[in-house]
């Protein structure tokens, strides 16, 4: 049943030792083209060790202006994961939500990304965010649309999938866009 987005209460929490255990799960599984992708690590098709992910998350926290956390639902059930960017310029920080696939379209998604785009736009001096999603990823094109963002170009030949290449398409949201579609102070 699909709550109102409103009232879904997410807490962030740092990822510890018992959450590698959950993490290895899903890019050992489901969500492991997409957890491959956050966690940089470009062979999208292979399996990773608890020990290569926690060395890759390791390596995220190390770096400036950039964060790993889970997402928690106020009952206390590990949702997902979320990773916000602005190392290389924070006026235009990119932020990725994987939900697990148990818990998608019932508002999550939405939710995180509603907040994620509020603390970028409302708690930072980002004056744009960014996000791309593979052109096969109809539903994360589809969910970003619907958040606002607008398609801004596309990376050719970006990667391989089932041995066929495919595009990476590039949306962006300007702070302009976020304040006339959600409110909130300039």
């Known amino acids: 049943m699909r709550k109102n987005i409103e009232q879904i209460a997410l807490e ?21 083209a997409e957890l491959s992708d956050m966690l940089n690590f470009g062979e999208s098709w292979a399996p990773m060790s608890k020990d290569q992910i ?40 990119r932020f990725g939500i ?12 939405t939710s995180m990304a509603r907040e994620m785009m509020g603390r970028c736009f409302q708690d930072s001096i980002a004056h744009s965010i960014s996000g791309y999603a593979p052109e096969w990823n109809e539903g994360s094109l589809a969910f970003m649309k619907k958040l606002g963002f607008t398609k ?7 990667g391989i999938r089932n ?16 304040l006339a579609k959600y409110g909130g102070r300039d």
């Open 152 to 158: 801004v170009g596309i990376e050719r030949r970006s």
């Open 54 to 93: 926690k060395d890759k998350i390791d390596d995220i926290r190390k770096e400036k202006r950039t964060a790993i956390f889970t997402i928690w639902t106020k009952d206390g059930r590990c949702i997902g994961v979320s990773d916000y960017y602005g190392r290389w310029d924070p006026r235009t920080p």
């Open 12 to 32: 962030y929490r740092s990822i510890e030792e018992p959450d590698i255990e959950l993490i290895h799960k899903y890019q050992n599984g489901e969500c492991r």
């Open 163 to 178: 041995g066929k290449f495919f595009d990476s398409v590039f949306l962006d949201m300007l702070k302009t866009e976020y």
């Open 98 to 109: 994987i939900i697990w696939p148990e818990y998608r379209r019932q508002g999550y998604g």
